[in-house]
């Protein structure tokens, strides 16, 4: 991360040979005469004097200390550089880029939920994003105590208070414990709001948050997919037709095959139970027969309006 010896320290410089890293200070090392800063894209440079803020530095380039810094810091203008009377001086490089961080709960979360007096537990997994907003918060609440700042220190922070906002949201407006995924857009959104108004008193925004998924326990999970088949099948006539259309469709009509034995039971099934329609709809015929004239002559189709023989061709009727 740019280290050098007292000797040959001339240049200012953070190399980024580390990701995730949101800001990196420069420290305890002379600035000579002659020394350079290099400030790469993605970066600003702010330099510390006895712990205040001379200068902020937001253009990408290679500036001469003596002649393109010094004299545009705020109580530096008058030192001069001699041989021997290096500069003693801190430089935060802040790193501006935002960075996308993924996230996942510590431990099962037990929500609330109708009929399960323990709650049931949940974990849910996404991402945010975060970069550094405010330079001055930064300095004031983190750099003063730390060399370096990682994402890896956001995210600790942020899944401390994940548990309960977790909670919080997803237990307003009565939403469905068992179709969260449905509502993940909104809990994300009152989420982020909280974790942004937290991480801003360090000076860091986080600019978007996202939920990926719930995972429930296996129990739930299976209940889930036995519903949903439930749910497929209902109207078994319909599943029948789709059964068969989707056999023909993938040509396992075959014998043998799981397809062609599946659409050979379904037919089965069909048949029987078109069989049991007849029949009963035979014996409710005889019954008609046996006991109650039929509305028309079955010899001449004269209307019967009830009587025993047809008043047309005299053919008997019960």
């Known amino acids: 991360m740019g280290l050098f010896s007292k000797e040959f320290a001339n240049v200012v410089e953070w ?18 005469k002659g020394s ?25 380039g290679q500036f001469d200390m003596e002649s393109d810094i010094i004299p545009f810091l705020s109580t530096l203008k008058s030192f001069k550089f001699g041989f021997n009377t290096p500069l003693r001086a801190e430089v935060l490089f802040i790193n501006t880029k935002e960075m996308i ?13 109708p009929g399960l007096p323990g709650g049931m537990p949940i974990r849910a997994f996404g991402t945010f994003s975060c970069k550094i907003a405010e330079h001055d918060v930064v300095i004031d609440k983190l ?28 237990g307003k407006e009565g939403r469905d414990m068992f179709n969260l995924q449905m509502d993940a857009g909104n809990i994300s959104r009152g989420i982020m709001s909280d974790l942004d108004m937290d991480m801003r008193k360090l000076g860091i925004a986080i600019t978007d948050f ?39 469709e993938k040509g396992g009509m075959g014998r043998g095959s799981v397809a062609g034995d599946m659409v050979g039971l379904q037919m089965g099934m069909a ?16 019954a008609g027969t046996a ?13 019967t309006n009830g009587n025993k023989f047809c008043g047309n061709c005299g053919n008997k009727l019960i």
């Open 15 to 32: 190399k980024e040979d580390r990701e995730g890293v949101l800001f990196w200070k420069w420290q305890n090392q002379e600035i000579k």
């Open 36 to 60: 350079k800063l290099i400030v790469r894209p993605g970066q600003d440079a702010i330099f510390l004097y006895n712990g205040r803020v001379e200068g902020i530095f937001e253009s990408e």
């Open 101 to 113: 961080v993924k996230w996942g709960t510590k431990n099962a979360i037990n929500l609330p939920a």
């Open 143 to 170: 750099a003063g105590i730390r060399q370096v700042y990682t994402v890896e220190d956001v995210k600790e922070r942020i899944v401390s208070n994940l548990d309960q906002l977790l909670m919080s949201w997803i």
């Open 210 to 248: 996202n939920i990926e998924s719930f995972s429930y326990p296996e129990q739930v999970k299976k209940m889930q997919e036995k519903a949903a088949a439930q749910s497929m099948i209902g109207d078994m006539n319909k599943y029948q037709q789709v059964a068969m259309a989707d056999s023909i």
């Open 271 to 286: 048949m029987g139970q078109q069989m049991v329609q007849q029949m009963q709809n035979g014996a409710a015929g005889m």
């Open 291 to 303: 006991g109650v004239a039929p509305k028309f002559c079955p010899n001449c189709g004269t209307p």
